[in-house]
């Protein structure tokens, strides 16, 4: 009897809110249509590859930490050495590869997760997917991001080389064929 008021509270909660979304913008796209997956694709590439990519300065001195920690003893002095040795555009090293390569995680990410949760919802039934609604969510998530980081290992292997390999190539032209 509980369990039949929370469903019903449940399921009358998501029509209400698709209907408040629905009248407000008169018609987006249906939950599950190749433009819902392509909508979410796209909020993934942008909050993913234009987030990554603002931060390449501080991701560059990082890595650089990490592969040589005797030269780029700290956060500021990976900065001084990186600008005294290349300049202010040295901090831009390995945006490509990040941009293009979040990018793509952000895509499998934001696209899969639905996608997965549409598919896991369906294997499991109305009333599980309720019952166990937040495994189903983790579940998707998971296997979301392991599609996900698959886009994503080549560009950021290339980028990692990039920042970090001294006499390596500087763009992801020269350097991903070199991967590959």
């Known amino acids: 009897m509980v369990f039949e008021r ?4 449940f399921f009358a909660q998501s029509a209400q809110k ?7 913008s008169q018609y987006s796209c249906e939950v599950g249509s190749g433009k819902f997956y ?14 990554h990519t603002a931060v390449v300065p501080l991701d560059l001195v990082k890595c650089r930490i990490q592969v040589n920690p005797d030269k780029y003893k ?6 001084k050495v990186s600008i005294a040795e290349g300049g202010m555009k ?4 390995g ?5 293009v390569g979040y990018s793509m995680q952000g895509i499998g990410k934001f696209g899969f997760y639905e996608a997965f949760k549409n598919l896991y919802s369906g294997m499991l039934g109305e009333e599980n997917t309720f019952l166990y609604r937040t495994s189903m969510y ?33 763009t992801l ?8």
């Not at 698709?18 to 407000?24: E, G, N, T």
């Not at 392509?38 to 234009?50: D, K, P, T, V």
């Not at 700290?74 to 900065?79: A, E, K, V, Y």
């Not at 032209?173 to 590959?180: M, N």
């Open 173 to 180: 032209k020269a350097g991903a064929p070199r991967i590959w």
């Open 38 to 51: 392509a909508l979410c694709a796209f909020g993934g590439l942008l909050s993913c590859g234009l987030t």
């Open 138 to 170: 983790l579940a998707a998530s998971a296997s979301a991001e392991f599609f996900a980081d698959i886009f994503l290992c080549p560009m950021e292997s290339v980028k990692v080389r990039i920042q970090t390999t001294p006499g390596w190539e500087q």
């Open 6 to 9: 929370q469903k019903d509270a």
């Open 90 to 93: 040295a901090l831009s090293l």
């Open 18 to 24: 698709q209907l408040v979304a629905a009248s407000a």
């Open 74 to 79: 700290s956060l500021g002095t990976g900065f």
């Open 95 to 99: 945006w490509a590869p990040t941009l």
